[in-house]
Structures are given as C-alpha cells and as structure tokens.
C-alpha cells in the first residue's frame, strides 16, 4: 500500500520567504508527527497530531512555525520568514496509535522535504 | 536524551549475518527496544520492536538479554541495500509522551560486496 508522502522534496528559498510543506499520511493513521534533521544530526520532534486532540506544539522552535492538519488526513508545515538554520531535512511520519496502555505505537516515515534557505 | 549506547560504526560481509549491538542498561520494566534504520536519503525505516521475548519479523530479528539491559539486532543475510544507519531506541508505553522518537547517534553499518 501507499506509505507516507512528501512534497515537494526539495525546497529551496530564500532568507525571508515563507514555505509550505506538505504531507500526505498513510490512510487510517490517527497521528501525524512532524520531525525535522539537520546535516548529520538526529531527529527533532516539532509537533504531534493525534485524531481530534489539541496538537503537542512542543517542539516548535519559535512562533515563526506552525502546522495544521485538515480533515484529519493532510498536514501541512509552514515556515514563516525563513532563516538559514531552518536549513534541513522536514520528516514527517504517521501511525495508527493505539490506546494508551498499549505498547507505544510505530511511526512510519515520508522521504523528507529538504528545505534549503539561501 | 537518549538512552542507548551503540558503536559508531560496523562493517560485515554481503550475505552474512549483521549483529548490531545496543545497550540500554538503564531500561525500565514498562520500556520497550525499538529499532530503526536511516538509509542515505531516506526518512528512517522501522524494523523491529521487543519488550523481552525475542523478536523476528521479515527484515530482522531482535535478542533482547534476560536482563533487559542489552539487545542485538541480526540482519541474517545481509545485502549491500542494508547499508545504513541503525538506530536502538528505547521507548515507554503507558505514557502519552512516548510518541516522540529520540534517535541518538546510532551505528552506521557499511555492508561490503
């Protein structure tokens, strides 16, 4: 079946501009996360979706990101304003989420959008 | 932070078992292993998951020690697509804060011809 999907996959942008990135999740997936890698680092969580729950913002580094979640399938990243360490790949991942009490659920990731800020 | 410790890098023969280690010494009873791969490129991939029974499934098999504070991941007959980044993770269930994944540095597995 289809899994996680990213567009576009690579952005490039200059200092200022704002970007969208979207992401398509697996079909079903209650949760959507977003994570972002930069150059040889490990991943960092942004934000997290879960059904019809306020979103986890937690890990948005400044007010200049947001993200919405349509419908409960689609997502989309916004970057207002964009600096040059926004620079990185954008990954987003999704799962099914099981209860609470369960084991902790899979994500399953997209290929990334590769976000390059001029 | 996370809370595994794995060698930086590997190297094993195509068509040969791959055996990557991970020790979560501080692991606790309601934690589980989780492990992933980074293929160059690539968002991570998830391979495998155990609380303490050993795990195997279509790409791996996971040896979690009777202890907990160690696993081992075996790739059985690895190919040189398997070239990549594996990350040990540990992870709390019970606790909605479990969903965010922190991968530390990994190991890097280079799979030679």
């Known amino acids: 079946g289809a899994g996680v999907s990213q567009s576009p996959s690579n952005k490039v942008t200059e200092k200022g501009k704002d970007v969208e990135l979207r992401c398509d999740p697996i079909s079903g997936h209650t949760a959507l996360y977003w994570y972002r890698q930069s150059l040889g680092q490990g991943l960092e969580f942004l934000i997290y979706?879960?059904?019809?729950?306020?979103?986890?913002k937690s890990g948005l580094p400044s007010d200049r990101f947001s993200a919405e979640r349509t419908g409960g399938s689609v997502s989309t990243l916004t970057i207002q304003r964009t600096q040059q360490e926004d620079s990185a790949v954008y990954l987003c991942?999704?799962?099914?989420?099981?209860?609470?009490?369960?084991?902790?659920?899979?994500?399953?990731f997209g290929p990334g959008t590769r976000l390059t800020v001029l | 932070d996370a809370k595994t410790t794995q060698p930086p890098s590997m190297d094993c023969a195509e068509g040969r078992a791959a055996n990557l280690p991970c020790n979560h010494s501080?692991?606790?009873?309601?934690?589980?292993v989780y492990w992933y791969r980074q293929i160059h490129s690539q968002g991570p991939q998830y391979i495998i998951h155990g609380l303490k029974n050993n795990e195997t499934n279509e790409m791996a098999s996971l040896i979690i020690t009777e202890d907990r504070k160690s696993s081992t991941l075996i790739l059985p007959h690895a190919t040189l697509r398997d070239t990549a980044v594996y990350y040990c993770?540990?992870?709390?269930?019970?606790?909605?804060?479990?969903?965010?994944?922190?991968f530390g540095s990994g190991t890097r597995l280079l799979v030679r011809p």
């Open positions: 993770i540990v992870r709390e269930f019970g606790m909605d804060s479990s969903y965010k994944l922190i």
């Open positions: 979706f879960q059904g019809n729950s306020a979103p986890d």
């Open positions: 501080t692991i606790s009873g309601n934690e589980y």
């Open positions: 991942a999704s799962s099914p989420r099981v209860p609470s009490g369960g084991a902790p659920d899979t994500q399953y």
